[in-house]
């Protein structure tokens, strides 16, 4: 398998901009979650999905923020308008069941 | 609640084996991880240990699980250069997937 596939794995964008991150879950896993790393913050839980249901989207920072999992191999992250402040880098990880979290590459995400 | 602590910053001379600590704070936790991530990749799982257990070794590390003061550690042998990356611990707590990151050791392996 080829893992986590994530794209754009950069992405360079004005505030005010929308910016739409894609994620590619491992084949047969049920569960994905969308993360954000800063130096600040570290690693935050943003939205988690099973089954292609939203479980758990208390991380998700404000209304700018959507996140869509239309099907089993298929998600994205969306910010609408993004600042500054979004800049960060936006992991997706799957899991199969109660299991070990596989991590994709990530998305940088700087906004000027 | 989930809160995991760790401490930033390591350096090690190539050879000398590493010790990167971490505590936390949900006593239900059912699985401890440790997570490497390399510059510009993403979180690598390195290996778990149940929290039943008390150590679990696999190859050059060993895990360390102090369940009464909520202490986990990661021993690394005979440290190589390759092994230079942030190191992080993340706790899950049973019927809950998510998982709490601690911010991440960075540990830097000098030759």
New interface residues.
Partial sequence: DAG?IQSPRHEVTEMGQEVTLRCKPISGHD?LFWYRQTMMR??E?LI?F?NNVP??DSGMPEDRFSAKMPNASFSTLKIQPSEPRDSAVY?C?S?QG?N???????TRLTVL | GEDVEQSLFLSVREGDSSVINCTYTDSSSTYLYWYKQEPGAGLQLLTYIFSNMDMKQDQRLTVLLNKKDKHLSLRIADTQTGDSAIYFCAEKTGGNNRLAFGKGNQVVVIP
């Fill in positions: 986590v569960y570290g690693l839980l988690y099973n479980i758990d992991f990880a899991t109660p070990t979290q596989y991590f994709g590459p990530g």
